[in-house]
């Protein structure tokens, strides 16, 4: 996949939470305007602080009692910069797609906030929520699935206008879809036929197209090019990356796969059980990794050079993901790491910057869950 040049946004310097500028509105009026007013680049967009999903575990068919919970995502915080990709990335289940969900409004949350643009999107209702719902749009992850196959394109990427005529006028709308096939790279003339008719690389530029319809300021991308052969997946990213340039827009980009995610982030925060075990920008991330389980994942990352393969250490994983109705105590990755000691099943570790590299002028001074982070030097290709 071709190198890509990373925008002038966020800098290695960029902290993972900044402090939040409440927006206290006192009307539905006032909270629309902050809504609807212009981010600033390199702004905090959206700041997700102590989010927490639990998913009740019940017993009993007549009487429900419940016994425990999915703690699917307990207690992640990170903030969306104005024109940036933050890349989620973690094996299946961790919660990537709970926290997209939670951003989209879809899912209720157990407890947290996710402010957007300073006012908290979990605490707003009406014309507030309707608005922040039209600037947070999501391209999913399955483009077979995701498309209705009974619509034609032109009724799925015009669909979201039902709900906000204010965008595009129903006398306007066929001219606006023919305009986002063409974004798209679609031949618009295409606007009658049904999803069969069209390629997997194909369906997911009419997701996107969708996804773009409304002049969102975000979109959360969930695992958008999981399912596509890898030869199109390129396709599909650097079209991404053109229509963030050309409409302005910041990623939130999760993926299961480090090297994906690579030639589209900024940074990249990596999940494990539910939390966030290591965040910071692409270099700190690859190339800098300090938490044991993101150098796990990236020495599984293929090498093709053979020479660069040798002497190589890989890390082989063992044991499965533990549930997430049951995560081990103190450290959730300790089950699974080569490091654990004593401690690690004692006491959380906190997502920081570790003390031996604070205030250090080193890649390796980003944040990371880990009791005993050190750099490891790992060879892979992501
Ligand atoms: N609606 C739900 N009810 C109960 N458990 C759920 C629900 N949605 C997700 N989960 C569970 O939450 C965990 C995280 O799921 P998910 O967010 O889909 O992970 P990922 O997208 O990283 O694969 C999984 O254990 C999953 O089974
Ligand atoms: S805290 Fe302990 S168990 Fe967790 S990643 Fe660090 S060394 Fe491994
Ligand atoms: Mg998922």
Redesign the pocket.
């Known amino acids: 996949m071709a190198e890509v040049s990373k925008n002038d946004g966020p800098t290695d310097a960029t902290p993972n939470v900044s402090e939040v500028e409440t927006v206290d509105a006192e009307t539905p009026e006032e909270a629309v305007a902050a809504i609807e007013a212009p981010a600033e680049r390199g702004e905090p967009i959206l700041q997700v602080r102590n989010l927490v999903k639990h998913?009740p575990l019940t017993q009993g068919v007549i009487v429900k009692r419940q016994i425990g919970a999915?703690k699917?995502v307990d207690g992640i915080s990170f903030d969306l910069y104005q024109g940036e990709t933050l890349g989620i990335v973690?094996e299946?289940?961790?919660?990537?797609?709970?926290v997209a969900k939670l951003l989209m409004t879809l899912e209720q949350a157990t407890a947290g906030e996710v402010f957007y643009k300073g006012q908290d999107i979990t605490k707003l209702s009406g014309r507030a929520l309707k608005a922040v719902r039209r600037n947070i749009q999501m391209v999913f992850q399955d483009p077979y699935t995701s498309l209705n196959p009974r619509m034609t394109v032109g009724d799925i990427i015009g669909e979201p206008f039902e709900i906000h005529p204010e965008v595009a006028p129903k006398g306007d709308r066929r001219r606006k879809v023919q305009e986002l096939l063409d974004v798209v790279g679609l031949n618009p003339e295409y606007i009658n036929r049904y999803p069969h008719q069209f390629s997997g690389g194909q369906r997911q530029r009419i997701g996107i197209a969708r996804g773009l319809a409304l002049n969102p300021e975000i979109i959360i991308c969930d695992e958008p090019v999981s399912a596509l052969d890898v030869s199109v997946q390129a396709q599909v990213i650097n079209l991404m990356e053109k229509l963030q340039d050309e409409f302005n827009l910041s990623y939130l980009f999760i993926a299961h796969d480090l090297s994906i995610v690579r030639h589209i982030s900024d940074r990249v925060g990596v999940m494990y059980l539910g939390k966030m075990a290591e965040i910071g920008s692409d270099e700190q991330i690859y190339d800098h990794p300090t938490h044991p389980y993101t150098q796990a994942l990236l020495s599984a990352v293929p090498v093709p050079d053979p020479e660069a393969r040798e002497g190589r250490e890989r890390i082989i994983l063992t044991g499965d993901v533990p549930s997430?109705a049951n995560p081990p105590s103190g450290c959730r990755f300790r089950t699974r790491c080569w490091k654990a000691q004593d401690k690690c099943a004692e006491e959380i570790p906190l997502l920081a910057i570790p003390e031996r590299f604070a205030g250090k002028d080193t890649p390796a001074a980003h944040e990371s869950a880990c009791h005993f982070a050190e750099e490891k030097d790992v060879v892979h290709a992501a």
């Open positions: 998913f999915v699917a973690g299946s289940g961790c919660g990537k797609s709970t997430p």
